[in-house]
């Protein structure tokens, strides 16, 4: 079993930066994948950044050049480091943790907002 826990959401004003944190913790030594997605109101959820374990990056088009995507192999952790940040950036921010399969955290609430 996959526990996938976030942190860090909150409020921001436009320009601002936020910075996500995810930890996946239990059965996970065969981990492919770690990433990012979020869903806004009334739209499907949708890649943010996604770190293949020992790979590649990969990144939205909306978010490059604003958004970092990293990760502490040592905790099991990955972060989304968000710069210049805009109101369209305002969703719940879902981890995702590929282990044999996909397992989502709880999401954690991003508002851009002045």
């Known amino acids: 079993q996959v526990q996938v826990v976030e942190s860090g959401g909150g409020l921001v004003q436009p320009g601002g930066s936020l910075r996500l944190s995810c930890t996946a913790s239990?059965?996970?030594?065969?981990?492919?994948?770690m990433g990012w997605y979020r869903q806004a109101p009334g739209k499907q959820r949708e890649l943010v950044a996604r770190i293949i374990i020992g790979g590649s990056t990969n990144y939205a088009d909306s978010v490059k050049g604003r958004f970092t995507i990293s990760r502490d192999g040592a905790k099991n952790t990955v972060y989304l480091q968000m710069n210049s940040l805009k109101p369209e950036d305002t969703a719940v921010y879902y981890c995702?943790?590929?282990?044999?399969?996909?397992?989502w955290g709880q999401g954690t609430l991003v508002t851009v907002s002045s």
């Open positions: 239990g059965i996970i030594f065969n981990i492919y994948a």
């Open positions: 995702n943790a590929n282990v044999k399969g996909d397992n």
